[in-house]
């Protein structure tokens, strides 16, 4: 079964670091700011409690924690951007695959755990393939560092 929404996944991480008696920092942190290792575990869905336990054997008071749920506005927004970029191709793949994705509008697609230790800032990031394809698709604009995404009270900024 493919997953459309991390959002139980996310229940799940705040019980889990929670038990674990560690705090969560409601924060995104971009890796071109700080030295950054990203966690590789893909096979092992789990890999995020891997992640927590490795963050409190090393000491880590507390966790960053960040998500991105897909807005109405964000589908709008790379529509418009796609079909200028396409014009005049109204008929463009890229114009269809974009309006599919509205289909997962209010679904949290992306949360990025992480941990600093020793001046580098550990990261754990989790997605859903609609959350890759629409993010390949922004890509493809190359709109640099300009962010797009929702986030509830308890996430800080987005990427």
Do not use: C
């Amino acid at each position: 079964m493919i997953q459309t929404s991390l959002l139980s996944l996310k229940d799940d991480m705040v019980a889990f670091i929670e038990g674990h008696g560690l705090r969560r920092v409601p924060a995104y942190v971009g890796g071109e700011d700080v030295p950054t290792v990203l966690w590789d575990d893909e096979e092992n869905v789990d890999s995020w409690k891997d992640f927590v336990e490795t963050a409190k054997a090393a000491g880590a008071p507390f966790l960053t924690m960040s998500e991105i749920r897909l807005e109405k506005s964000d589908i709008e927004l790379l529509i418009e951007e796609l079909h200028e970029a396409s014009f005049p191709d109204a008929d463009a793949p890229e114009l269809d695959e974009a309006q599919s994705l509205a289909t997962y509008v209010g679904k949290v697609g992306f949360i990025q755990i992480g941990f600093a230790h020793q001046g580098v800032f550990f990261l754990h990031e989790s997605t859903t393939p609609w959350y890759k394809r629409y993010q390949n698709l922004l890509d493809s604009l190359d709109f640099g560092d300009i962010a797009y995404g929702g986030a509830d009270e308890d996430d800080g900024p987005i990427n």
